[in-house]
Each structure stands twice: as C-alpha cells, then as structure tokens.
C-alpha cells in the first residue's frame, strides 16, 4: 500500500474513534459488519449503506479481480466495499489531507492488499501517467462542475479498460451531465435528493451485470 501526497503527510495517523462521529458499515465480502468511522465535521458525503448494497447488486461479480479507482474518496466507503468483495487494487484519490490520512491509517488497520492512496485533486490526477482501470467510482461535489470535466479526463487520457464500469452519483433533480458518447447507461435509481448511475464504457454484452 502506498500513500502519496504533500511532504509531510506520508506518515498514516490514527483513525478517529472520538464520540462525535457518522458511522458506515461494510454491506458485504471479507469486511462484512465491520464499521467505517469518519469525523462528523468533515466535508463528507458518504454514500449511504443501502445505495452502496444496491451498486454491487448491481455490479456482481465484475467487482471480483477488479482494479479500481475511488477518484472521490471521502470515506473511501465505495473502495473498501469493493477490496472487501475481492477486488485487486483500489487508488483512492483524496484532496482533503487528513481524510486522505485517515484512510491511509484504515486501509493499513484493516490489512488492505494491493491499495493506493493519492492525496490529490482529482482533475490534476487525471492529468499525469494514466492507469488502465474495470471499474471508477465516481462521486464529486453536487455543487461543482467536476463530473463532465473527469469523464471527459478519464476517456480521453485511456484511465478506462475496453468495457470498463462507472458509477457516478449526482443531485437527482439535475440528472446526468452530458458524458462522454462512448458511455451507455446501464442502471439509474434515485435516494432521496441522492440520483445513482451505472454505466459501461462500450455497449453492454452478455457480461453486463443486471439488477437484482
């Protein structure tokens, strides 16, 4: 595992356990049960349990052997749940120092394989050496403009495999931005003021996860 930032915050720090704290959980896999605590006061937007039960639903076995790119990664909830269903490696990207620190520090706690922690902005990631990933996980402020301009980074700068899977969340009563043409839209469901997406970077073929 590696953690990549500013000097100086290389160094993992201890995970929040104070009593002002949200709590997640881990819907399934190896981590199932095992409870995800991040600061009350952090500008985080997790997504919620049963968003994320209805995501991998979705996803099935595709998450099984996949990499991954967590390109918001707050909590790193969507990253966690994916390495505890067995996928390969997981890059989070983080521009908040110490949600990227935390993590870090949970990832090492909870003896994550193969994982990556960029404490970065996500646009300025997307702009260096591309990483061919099967799956990102998309989640950017509602209240930015960040969505169309990463898609548009991340199928550009080839950061998607031929058939890759994208999951982006936005404010459901403005829908989906407009996305690159090369991306199909697979699933849409709606929590709350939350809309949720999945997406296939080339049409979908008889591997396309389905609902259940």
Same mark, same amino acid.
């Given at each position: 595992?590696?953690?990549?930032?500013?000097?100086?915050?290389?160094?993992?720090?201890?995970? !929040?356990?104070?009593?002002?704290?949200?709590?997640?959980?881990?819907?399934?896999?190896?981590?199932?049960?095992?409870?995800? !605590?991040?600061?009350?006061?952090?500008?985080?937007?997790?997504? @919620?349990?049963?968003?994320?039960?209805? *995501?991998?639903? =979705? *996803?099935?076995?595709?998450? $099984?052997?996949?990499?991954?790119?967590?390109?918001?990664?707050?909590?790193?909830?969507?990253?966690?749940?994916?390495?505890?269903?067995?996928?390969?490696?997981?890059?989070?990207?983080?521009?908040? #120092?110490?949600?990227?620190?935390?993590?870090?520090?949970?990832?090492? $706690? =909870?003896? &994550?394989?193969?994982?990556?922690?960029?404490?970065? #902005?996500?646009?300025?990631?997307?702009?260096?050496?591309?990483?061919?990933?099967?799956?990102?996980? +998309?989640? @950017?402020?509602?209240?930015?403009?960040? *969505?169309? !301009?990463?898609?548009?980074?991340?199928?550009?700068? #080839? =950061? +998607? %495999?031929?058939? &890759? +899977?994208?999951?982006?969340?936005?404010? &459901?009563?403005?829908? *989906?931005?407009?996305?690159? @043409?090369? =991306?199909?839209?697979?699933?849409? %469901? $709606?929590?709350?003021?939350?809309?949720?997406?999945? +997406?296939?970077?080339?049409?979908?073929?008889?591997?396309?996860?389905?609902?259940?």
């Amino acid at each position: 595992m590696a953690f990549r930032g500013k000097p100086g915050v290389g160094v993992a720090v201890p995970v !929040r356990r104070a009593g002002h704290a949200r709590v997640l959980r881990i819907i399934g896999g190896t981590w199932r049960g095992r409870k995800l !605590r991040f600061a009350a006061n952090a500008a985080l937007r997790p997504t @919620p349990d049963r968003v994320r039960e209805t *995501l991998f639903n =979705w *996803l099935g076995a595709r998450a $099984q052997g996949a990499r991954c790119l967590d390109l918001f990664a707050g909590s790193g909830a969507l990253g966690l749940e994916a390495l505890s269903r067995g996928a390969a490696h997981v890059t989070f990207v983080e521009r908040d #120092d110490a949600a990227a620190r935390e993590l870090s520090a949970r990832l090492t $706690q =909870w003896g &994550a394989g193969d994982t990556r922690v960029e404490h970065a #902005d996500a646009l300025a990631f997307l702009a260096g050496a591309a990483s061919a990933f099967d799956i990102v996980f +998309l989640d @950017p402020p509602f209240d930015s403009d960040l *969505l169309p !301009r990463v898609a548009g980074l991340l199928e550009s700068r #080839d =950061w +998607l %495999k031929a058939g &890759a +899977l994208v999951y982006v969340e936005c404010a &459901a009563r403005a829908g *989906l931005p407009p996305l690159p @043409p090369a =991306w199909t839209l697979l699933k849409a %469901k $709606q929590a709350g003021e939350v809309g949720y997406h999945l +997406l296939a970077r080339a049409a979908p073929d008889a591997t396309t996860p389905h609902e259940t």
